[in-house]
């Protein structure tokens, strides 16, 4: 195994820990896998009813536990239909080492004020389990089980260090601390011997390199902490639906306008501006910028308008090309380009306002919402704008919208652009939750999907939805590539913030029976993941 290999295997371990670990000892002190370790096969119905946990959260945390090759879930996610039974390895993590995570769980209430808890000895004690291996045993313990469990364990101290190191808030060379943490997986010289000073080595260079994906796990802190009241307090909101939900994407949430308390949204706006920039600038303006070289001028759209719009970083980057690629930009003196961005979060709006006008680009800013088109169109309405002559783009909103039900089954969509009858949707695996705790079935899921492109039938298809949507993926496929992606932590974030991504083959199901077809797509990242997690689309009305 190569260095960088090396070093993004344990990554990859390491935030998936910090996605599984509240979830293990939440269900480990209340009794959960040692439920299912003594059965074959335990029905869904019955473990919500044992546990006394909300059935949508719960479903949540055994996707997880899937996603990890611990269990296997059969029948349709979100019902009480679904029986769980444990894999072999699943049997021994959840009798012999899951005892571990409630340790380093306490660690992460450091994890937020790491740059203080360092210096201040806060740490010292989880540094200390951390060096005896967290106190799991080797004896008949599969070398493979327990390195997986051990870099779970490692990760709640090494990922928000790496987070502080590499954003500036801890220094290697005079933090102690930092170093000895950052030992356990090679990546720094503790100073322990004479004359050695602490300092990063070769594979902690690389660590550094690729440490900017550790910032979403933490910035989604909040919210993991909360899993155990998520499972089995009462009825109340989770975190998050009290402003809007997000996952390093956009945030079209339609969950309300307040402060969130689920994550630190200004730093999750920023990572999904560098998500954006690094894996999907070139293959989305490949498919953006053709529709800015048509000639006569007067074909092309009057504006584009960004729902879910973030930070602004895609606007930014889209006006830029179009002004030095295109026709379109040796032509904005006599045909302006206005960029408009939508979002229902106020630290969004402030932030993409703030980047546009510093970058110098025509734009308005407004409250919208993805899963209301319609009062977008009414929105841009009152600044004179014709939402039916935009070119709409967005980026991981869709799946952040708020669940409104499926409405009409899968008929046809609108008179404007019909779309064929589909028939049923394929089977989803994702697990989804209302903001009650209640469960949605995955069907149900994709349904409310469809209707949503039928909502945005009348506004995009004169020029079309270039759409950047993350996915579900299949739990058997991340089981099967531990070490080489770390896509269980977006799904520890999506359901328990009340997301809803669905998987590649659902979401284009959903856009033919709402009316729509690919005219262009592009998948980021899959090869090199071996798997997809992100497609861009751009989608026109059928026919078209």
């Known amino acids: ?67 990890q090759g611990w269990v296997v879930r059969q029948g349709e996610p979100g019902t009480d239909q679904l029986t769980i039974a444990p894999t072999a390895r699943g049997r021994i993590v959840m009798t012999e080492l899951a005892g571990a995570y409630p340790a380093a769980v306490r660690s992460l209430a450091h994890a937020g004020r790491i740059a203080g808890a360092l210096p201040d000895g806060s740490l010292a004690p989880f540094a200390r389990l951390a060096r005896r291996e967290w106190g799991l045993p080797a004896a008949g313990i599969p070398p493979d089980v327990r390195r997986q469990v051990l870099g779970h364990l490692d990760g709640h101290l090494v990922a928000p260090v790496m987070h502080a190191v590499s954003s500036g808030a801890a220094d290697i060379a005079a933090s102690p601390g930092a170093a000895e943490i950052l030992a356990r997986p090679g990546w720094a010289h503790a100073g322990e011997t ?64 307040g402060e969130e308390t689920h994550l630190d949204r200004e730093l999750d706006l920023r990572f999904s501006g560098d998500v954006f920039a690094a894996a999907c600038r070139g293959p989305f303006l490949r498919l953006a910028l053709p529709l800015f070289g048509q000639t006569p001028l007067d074909r092309q759209p009057a504006l584009v308008v960004d729902c879910g719009c973030g930070d602004g970083t895609l606007l930014e980057v889209l006006y830029r090309a179009i002004r030095e690629q295109t026709e379109r930009g040796r032509h904005l003196e006599d045909r302006p380009l206005l960029m408009a961005g939508a979002d229902p979060s106020p630290v969004a709006r402030r932030m993409a306002a703030a980047r546009l006008s510093q970058a110098g680009v025509p734009h308005v800013i407004l409250d919208g919402d993805i899963a209301d088109p319609a009062g977008l169109e009414r929105a841009l309405a009152a600044y004179g704008l014709d939402a039916r002559d935009a070119l709409h783009v967005c980026k991981s909103a869709i799946h952040d919208r708020a669940y409104e039900g499926p409405g009409p089954a899968e008929g046809p969509g609108p008179a404007e652009g019909p779309g064929p009858a589909e028939g049923p949707p394929p089977p989803g695996a994702g697990a989804y939750a209302l903001p009650d705790g209640s469960a949605i079935p995955a069907s149900s899921v994709a349904l409310d999907l469809a209707a949503l492109f039928r909502r945005w039938q009348p506004i995009a298809s004169r020029h079309g939805w270039l759409v950047i949507e993350a996915h579900a993926v299949p739990a058997a496929i991340l089981a099967g590539l531990i070490g080489r992606t770390h896509a269980t932590v977006l799904d520890a974030t999506h359901g328990y913030a009340c997301q809803y991504p669905v998987e590649p083959a659902v979401f284009a199901w959903a856009a033919r029976t709402g009316g729509f077809v690919s005219r262009g797509h592009a998948e980021p990242g899959a090869a090199t993941l071996g798997h997809t997690i992100l497609t861009i689309d751009h989608f026109v009305p059928t026919g078209r």
């Open 194 to 257: 004479p004359g050695e000073k602490p300092g990063l080595t070769p594979d902690g260079e690389l660590a550094l390199s690729f440490a900017r994906q550790y910032r979403y796990p933490v910035t989604y802190l909040p919210l993991l902490r909360q899993v155990p009241e998520l499972l089995f307090g009462g009825p109340r909101q989770p975190a998050g639906k009290d402003g809007d939900g997000g996952d390093g994407g956009g945030s079209g949430s339609g969950g309300g306008h």
């Open 1 to 67: 195994m190569t260095g960088a290999a090396r070093v993004w295997d344990a990554l990859c371990r390491h935030i998936d820990g910090m996605a599984i670990g509240t979830t293990m000892a939440a269900l480990h002190e209340r009794g959960a896998l040692a439920l299912l370790a003594a059965q074959d096969r335990t029905e869904f119905a019955a473990l919500r009813a044992r546990l006394a946990a909300r059935p949508g959260f719960l479903h949540v945390a055994l996707r997880l536990l899937a996603d």
